[in-house]
């Protein structure tokens, strides 16, 4: 009996490393996501008569592609998570609108931010703070745009407008959402910690060890702008088990991680309007964070009771009707391109495979870490009191 399961297990295992799995998945991803995004051009004329209706579509269309991703980390991988956070805090999440301060050190820590929201009901009108290359990036960029995200070019004088802008036009959106926030600006790497720390240097500021120095005017803006809308700040520290490394393509081998994430509620109320103050609030969170990053190095633990909020069968749902959808009618191309033994046929179709093989090898180099932003990689000079 235990040979038979050990012996599934292993086929199970080989069957999801294999590409074809993989390039299923990202054919699946990319060509629903590409009729989803023309379900969101459509919505445009509903806007002109109906901005909140518009919107509330937008939400629904938005999940459609995002809890794809998530799907493949909790369905696929199996990926377990482990919410460490305060009892009397819990039964707000999802309640209410939140600005959502996550750690940048993973390459799926994006991923892990969208697997927090979902479990809590909030995937589909999450919002981010993004550079603007992103909105024009088929699929994820253009979901973002109809979901109203907040893109910026990270030079703070073009940002000031824009950006305010951006966050102003979300005071009366319809549903509750988390606006998750990387305030280190770009993921963690030895030398863009270096280059961080030289900052911290020669502003006088403690250094940090594992953290980079967070850039305090995208967060200071944010605030400001959503103060009367947001109620809190949900501090977010992610790390997984046994020093693990996770990875996406990990991920789509099917890997199995299991993420550790310290959620603490802090009331907007208690952070201070003014833009210094504000500033020097959020370095002092940082070293909060570096001394509770610190002692998970030690223990393997966070702090406080834990529980775990369980998937939802909905995310799976969605990627089985979307992958019957775009998967009818390839199947019915390949058995023609088969039956007909066209030479041109045959060939066109390992053009588009080859094509889609490539699409999704260049999705999976950009999560990785070595192919991150340059963002960081430079000293900052010292007046320079962070960009958003």
């Known amino acids: 009996m235990f040979f038979r399961l050990s012996w599934r297990m ?12 993989h390039l299923i998945i990202g054919y699946v991803f990319l060509v629903s996501g590409l009729l989803i995004n023309l379900l969101q051009v459509c919505t445009l004329p509903v806007g002109l008569v109906s901005k909140q209706l518009a919107r509330r579509i937008n939400i629904r269309l938005g999940y459609c592609i995002a809890s794809q991703v998530v799907a493949v980390l909790e369905w696929w991988s199996g990926t377990e998570c482990t919410l460490y956070t305060d009892p009397k805090s819990y039964p707000l999440y999802g309640k209410e609108n939140a600005i959502v301060l996550l750690n940048h050190n993973f390459e799926i820590d994006f991923l892990c931010g969208w697997t927090f929201c979902e479990r809590f009901g909030v995937l589909g009108s ?20 109809f979901l109203e995200i907040v893109f910026c070019k990270r030079k703070w004088e073009e940002d000031r407008r824009l950006v305010a802008q951006s966050l102003q036009n979300l005071r009366d959106y319809p549903e509750n959402y988390w606006f998750l926030l990387f305030c280190e600006g770009t993921r963690f790497t030895p030398e863009k910690h270096q280059a961080s720390m030289q900052v911290a240097e020669s502003k006088g500021l403690p250094k940090l060890k594992y953290h980079l120095l967070p ?11 959503l103060r009367g809308t947001v109620s809190a700040v949900y501090d977010s520290t992610l790390n997984f088990r046994d020093n693990e490394t996770p990875t996406m393509l990990g991920v789509l081998n099917g890997k199995k991680y299991h993420a550790d994430l310290y959620v603490r509620r802090i009331p907007l109320e208690l952070i201070p309007e003014e833009e210094k103050e504000c500033a020097a609030w959020l370095h002092k969170l940082y070293q909060e964070k570096d001394e509770l990053q610190g002692a998970y190095e030690k223990t393997g633990l966070f702090p406080g009771p834990k529980t775990s909020p369980p998937r939802q069968l909905r995310t799976l749902m969605n990627w089985l009707f979307w ?11 390949l058995t023609h391109v088969i039956s007909s033994g066209s030479a041109l046929t045959i060939i066109a179709a390992v053009v588009v495979s080859s094509a889609a093989s490539v699409a999704v090898r260049w999705m999976i180099g950009q999560t990785e870490i070595g192919k991150g932003s340059k963002y960081g990689n430079r000293e900052v000079p010292p007046n320079t009191n962070g960009s958003s």
């Open 126 to 145: 999450s919002k981010v703070l993004a550079k603007q290359e992103l909105a024009y990036v088929p699929v994820i960029g253009w979901m973002w745009y």
């Open 10 to 21: 292993g086929l199970l295992s080989t069957l999801k490393s294999l590409f074809i799995c």
């Open 215 to 225: 850039r305090t005017k995208g967060f200071w803006m944010t605030v400001q702008n």
């Open 323 to 333: 992958s019957c959808v775009v998967l009818y009618p390839l199947g019915l191309m």
